[in-house]
């Protein structure tokens, strides 16, 4: 069957789509469409005998949907309508919500359902919900929706009107609806909002003499003060008292001026700047000797023999100060007496490599991706010539680009079912570094990695176990992965051959070590990332501006 899937960006959920129905061998074109043209244009080219929209902020034109069978992809279970779905299940605090594939037809969100499939709703935010549970329920639901087209004898079932609808039709979420009333609301309260909105569009704030909007939230359970009040600083987030307790805003961003750039988002320290240099910043210890609620970006802990690095870096993304800091406590775990250590291991993101945000804001942003790269070598270099315990990379989430081979360095990967990996580097007009001319030909051959590189193609779980480039996928679900995690890394620091195995891995890295020297292979990637960095000619640049502040580029590769 040949599929067309449309969508407003080839986001997430469009390429685990995309990659879901490659595994099936179905044939496949991705669009990216704006307007009525665009997706005329698309179904004129292609063709197809199905169109799927896995994201779509435009309406499907009527020449279209009676022409073809055009399913939507729409997160919310059937009845519910409207473009802020998550937003309002998040805002009030539903804890199961769904995921309906429905026929395009006149009535937005209205059409004949294909499939619906619910999912539980924890308290994370929008972002890491619509990647982690509603990911995983759109495309079981996708895939019932596509069997029962090719069986042609189904026949989806019609939202009538006298049908009770639980949820109905929903308006946009606006920002005078998510505002936050800092003098009464709890903390409860404004972590659904916060949750509500963490990626896009965040929550308008004015605070410290602006207006910002405000991306992400945690909370805090033993800081206290004047509600509204910034009360420190940790880890680039700031903490803001309310009237019951405190929460954690790892990033904001500043209101748009009119005329004005596109703003982007940024640790919430970067983007104040000298507006919160009189807050006292929080250190958190590595290894807190008790749990609280409060946030942090790397936390290490053990388990008898097994030690678990932890990191969360939103967005997935790696600045120079945070590499730096990862590398630390990637040092510090290796000074303790354990035989395992498991890098990750939580939901969301494992990595997308450097900081392309962070990047943008430089003052001189080829220096700044130079020091981001550098520290990322420096991360990975550390991995690479550990020789006296396993390493384990546990991927609860997504990773790409140097992120993925952050992965990559050590000796076992393990990847949730539902991640979708990017190796590649090409659509941000990069060669590459984090050694991956040595990592990613070591584990799937040179002409394999050469694919990969070049078509920048997604890749699903189960296809990166085929090809070699993951080693082991978890079937579970995003909040179960972690004790999962933990239950295997107990099995394997147990085995009998643990020990074989980490003599076998010191003799066979002196072995490369000798045919080709680590060093060569960073000085060979750096060189080409230098021409790229330091050239304004190069398409790194215009495509870094557009990806960080979310203006349009082409098609999908």
């Known amino acids: 069957m040949h599929i067309l899937l449309i969508a407003s960006a080839f986001n997430s959920l469009t390429q685990r789509v995309f990659a879901e129905l490659t595994d099936r061998r179905y ?25 799927i929209a896995p994201m779509l902020t435009t309406a499907i034109p009527e020449d279209v949907w009676s022409a073809y069978t055009c399913l939507i992809v729409h997160p919310g279970p059937p009845g519910d309508r409207g473009p802020s779905s998550l937003d309002w299940a998040l805002q009030e605090g539903h804890r199961r919500w769904g995921v309906t594939v429905l026929q395009a037809e006149a009535e937005m969100d209205g059409g004949p359902v294909w499939a619906s499939v619910p999912f539980p709703v924890p308290q994370v935010g929008k972002s890491d919900l619509y990647r982690g549970e509603a990911a995983d ?47 009464s609301d709890s903390t409860e309260t404004v972590l659904r909002k916060l949750r509500a909105a963490d990626s896009q569009p ?26 509204g009040d910034v009360l420190a600083t940790r880890d680039g987030a700031i903490c803001r008292a309310t009237v019951d307790g405190a929460v954690w805003i790892p990033q904001v961003r500043p209101k748009r001026r009119p005329g004005g750039p596109k703003t982007f988002k940024l640790p ?32 290490y802990d053990e388990d008898g023999t097994v030690g678990f690095l932890r990191f969360t870096f939103p967005g997935g993304a790696m600045s120079t100060d945070q590499c730096r800091r ?58 690479l010539t550990t020789t006296d315990r396993l390493v384990v990379s546990a991927l609860g989430g997504n990773a790409a680009a140097g992120g993925l081979m952050l992965a990559l360095a050590a000796d076992e990967v393990w990847c949730r079912a539902g991640s979708v990996l990017n190796p590649h580097y090409r659509l941000m007009g990069l060669y590459g570094s984090e050694y991956w001319t040595y990592t990613l030909p070591r584990r799937v051959g040179a002409a394999e990695a050469e694919r990969l590189t070049g078509e920048a193609l997604p890749v699903s779980a189960a296809c990166a176990q085929r090809i070699g480039l993951v080693d082991h996928v978890l079937s579970c679900g995003p909040e179960d992965f972690g004790d999962e995690v933990a239950r295997r890394a107990a099995r394997l620091a147990s085995s009998a051959r643990l020990h074989a195995r980490v003599g076998e891995k010191k003799a066979t ?49």
Request: one cysteine or more; glycine letters at 6%; a neutral charge.
């Open 137 to 183: 329920a759109a495309v079981e639901a996708v895939l019932l929706a596509v069997d029962r087209f090719a069986s042609r004898t189904f026949a989806p079932w019609t939202q009538s009107a006298d049908v009770r609808l639980e949820h109905g039709a929903r308006p946009y979420l606006r920002q005078d609806l998510r505002r936050i009333d800092w003098s």
């Open 202 to 227: 965040g929550v308008l704030d004015t605070f410290l003499g602006g207006e910002w909007y405000l991306h992400g939230g945690y909370p805090e359970d033993r800081l206290r003060g004047r509600p």
């Open 268 to 299: 919430a320290v970067h983007a104040l700047g000298d507006r919160q240099t009189h807050i006292p910043e929080l250190p958190f210890p590595l290894w807190p000797p008790a749990r609280h609620r409060t946030w942090a970006e790397i936390r």
């Open 27 to 51: 044939r496949l074109a991705v669009e990216p469409v704006r307007d009525d043209a665009s997706v005329r244009e698309a179904v004129r080219r292609h063709h197809p005998e199905l169109v």
């Open 509 to 557: 890295r002196g072995r490369d070590e000798a045919a080709k020297p680590l060093r060569a292979y960073r000085e060979e990637e750096l060189a080409r990332m230098w021409r790229t960095f330091f050239s304004p000619e190069a398409s790194y640049h215009a495509l870094r501006t557009a990806f960080v502040r979310k203006e349009r580029v082409g098609g999908t590769p």
């Open 326 to 383: 990862l590398l630390a406590a990637y040092r510090f775990a290796c000074s303790r007496p354990t035989d395992l250590l498991v890098l990750g291991g939580t939901r969301d993101f494992f990595s997308n490599g450097i900081h392309l945000g962070v990047i943008e804001a430089a003052a001189d942003p080829a220096a700044e991706s130079w020091a981001n790269i550098q520290a990322m070598d420096d991360l990975v270099e550390a991995i």
